[in-house]
């Protein structure tokens, strides 16, 4: 194979964004189509990407005081089903397992498209008194929902995630705590993914089965399509009262807890790979990048020696970041420099026998493709410096993008001639009412992604679809 084939085997994104996605995924070795229907096999370089999520989330989390733990994948079904709403919104979803050992099982087991009633359960057995509230909890897990269509990382009917559960004393606790969860997916995926949020309320038909109130974090992607890229919701007492999760309180009296959930999945990786990268492949910010710096040895045999030890040096240098030397004897630097680019690393640095010559090494940059020589003391400097400008380049660069694709419209031909167009995010005027939303949808493809809340505010219009006048504005758009 050559050296440019990588490059070649990607569907340039003008030409077709869907096969650019999933040529990026595969050719990255991110992900494969698994035997299963539905499901993906997350690849090391993937999951290395994963990983670094999982990380990053994992201590803020722990930072607010939740602690991780683990429940069970399969849900009886007399449990999943006491929450009406709950069942109704994932019923078609769920597979079952009906026999096992040989025999059929007496009662049908759930697998968990979400684990609020298993945990519920256990936490209604766990509570007892106002003392031990708020319990905060957190599983990194996986949770199917069984799919017709398979889109690596967007649409899988397994697929990685964390789900935070919580039980409060009354509604503020709660309250709080789902809109501080909120904050911190908004603030890792804006500020760790580069990747910038329109942030709202779910309207009623949007939001969670069985949730009061979901708030989200809604991307927008390069094809001018929105990524719900997180959610957290307010559950109030709905589920702590059919599952009995009631403490004593002060007052003597036993009261039901409130509750809330929250949850990002791998899905954030499709956002990464479809709001950054390029024609080249995949592009990482480098504060979410598993190697932020590839260090790329050029030689001859009697060369060898001086360039590889000179590589390792560079590395000890650079400890701290996430640096690896491509050392392997069987890739020439070219395969090696476009294998890297498709993997989206943000810088690339190459050390041959001349740089050594001129006390250098060269530059690279993932982001622009600008290639500079930076002088062997100086290294350590510039990498630091310039990991943290193509971090915030490409945070513009994508704000950019979002501002160049938000459109204000306010009659129903406008938004299907965007929709049909470039798509992009519209904030429209929005009277409330569920058959206005209900037509949208149907007319344009669009769905209300996040109504105002609180800071997130999308001003006022007249109801793009019954046109009734000064209601609040939504952000609408084509989701994944
Ligand atoms: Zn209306």
Request: net charge negative.
């Given at each position: 194979m ?6 070649e ?7 077709d964004?869907s ?10 070795e991110?992900?494969d ?11 090391p370089?993937?999951y290395?990407?994963w990983e ?5 989330l994992?201590?803020?989390f722990?930072?607010?005081g939740?602690?991780n733990?683990?429940f ?13 709403e ?11 397992v ?7 099982l007496?009662?049908?087991?759930g697998?968990?498209?979400s ?14 008194s ?5 319990v ?19 649409r899988?009917?397994?697929f990685?995630?964390q789900?935070g ?20 997916y908004r603030?890792f995926?804006e500020d760790?993914m580069?990747?910038?949020?329109k ?5 009623e038909?949007?939001k969670f089965a ?20 997180g959610?957290s919701h ?6 702590a ?6 403490y ?24 990464l790979i ?9 592009v990482?910010?480098?504060r ?10 050029i030689?001859?045999d ?14 000890h240098e ?22 890297w680019e ?33 002088k ?5 400097e510039?990498v630091?410096?310039?990991?943290q ?6 945070y513009?660069?994508?704000?950019n993008f ?12 406008q ?10 995010f ?9 058959e206005?939303?209900?037509?949208i949808?149907e007319?344009?493809g ?6 105002s809340y609180k ?10 679809c019954?046109g009734?006048e ?6 609408l758009?084509?989701a994944?």
């Amino acid at each position: 194979m050559s050296e440019k084939s990588y490059v070649e085997r990607i569907t340039p994104q003008e030409e077709d964004f869907s096969r650019w996605y999933t040529d990026v995924v595969r050719n990255a070795e991110l992900a494969d189509y698994a035997p299963v229907r539905g499901c993906i096999v997350v690849r090391p370089p993937g999951y290395a990407i994963w990983e670094t999520i999982q990380d990053g989330l994992d201590s803020k989390f722990k930072e607010t005081g939740v602690e991780n733990a683990y429940f069970p994948m399969l849900i009886p079904q007399s449990i999943f089903e006491k929450e009406a709403e709950h069942i109704e919104g994932f019923a078609p979803e769920v597979p079952w397992v009906t026999h096992a050992g040989g025999e059929e099982l007496s009662e049908r087991l759930g697998v968990r498209p979400s684990s609020e009633t298993i945990i519920g359960t256990m936490f209604a057995k766990w509570i007892e008194s106002y003392r031990e509230l708020p319990v905060l909890i957190n599983q990194w897990c996986s949770v199917m929902r069984w799919e017709k269509a398979t889109y690596p990382f967007l649409r899988t009917s397994e697929f990685l995630w964390q789900e935070g559960h919580t039980c409060h004393r009354n509604e503020d606790s709660a309250r709080e705590r789902a809109e501080m969860m909120l904050e911190i997916y908004r603030s890792f995926i804006e500020d760790e993914m580069a990747i910038p949020l329109k942030v709202g309320l779910k309207s009623e038909s949007e939001k969670f089965a069985g949730a009061v109130d979901t708030f989200t974090v809604e991307a927008l992607m390069q094809d001018g399509r929105a990524l719900q890229a997180g959610t957290s919701h307010y559950l109030g007492d709905g589920f702590a009262k059919v599952l009995g999760i009631d403490y004593l309180d002060e007052d003597g009296q036993r009261k039901p807890v409130h509750q809330t959930s929250w949850g990002v999945s791998h899905r954030l990786i499709g956002g990464l790979i479809m709001v950054h990268g390029d024609d080249r492949g995949l592009v990482l910010p480098p504060r979410i990048a598993p190697t932020q710096v590839v260090v790329v040895p050029i030689y001859r045999d009697e060369t060898r020696t001086t360039v590889l030890d000179s590589c390792e040096n560079l590395k000890h240098e650079l400890s701290d970041q996430r640096v690896h030397v491509d050392d392997r004897e069987e890739y020439t630097p070219g395969w090696k420099f476009n294998e890297w680019e498709l993997r989206g690393v943000p810088i690339r640095l190459e050390l041959g026998p001349r740089d050594l010559e001129n006390d250098q090494v060269m530059l690279v940059r993932r982001d622009t493709g600008d290639k500079m020589p930076v002088k062997r003391d100086e290294v350590q400097e510039t990498v630091d410096n310039l990991l943290q400008e193509i971090q915030s380049n490409m945070y513009d660069k994508a704000q950019n993008f979002v501002d160049e694709n938000t459109h204000e419209v306010d009659s129903m031909e406008q938004l299907q001639e965007i929709m049909q167009g470039p798509r992009g995010f519209v904030i429209a005027g929005w009277c409330g009412s569920a058959e206005c939303e209900a037509k949208i949808k149907e007319e344009t493809g669009a769905t209300i992604r996040c109504l105002s809340y609180k800071e997130y505010d999308y001003g006022i219009g007249k109801c793009l679809c019954c046109g009734e006048e000064e209601t609040p504005a939504v952000v609408l758009a084509r989701a994944y």
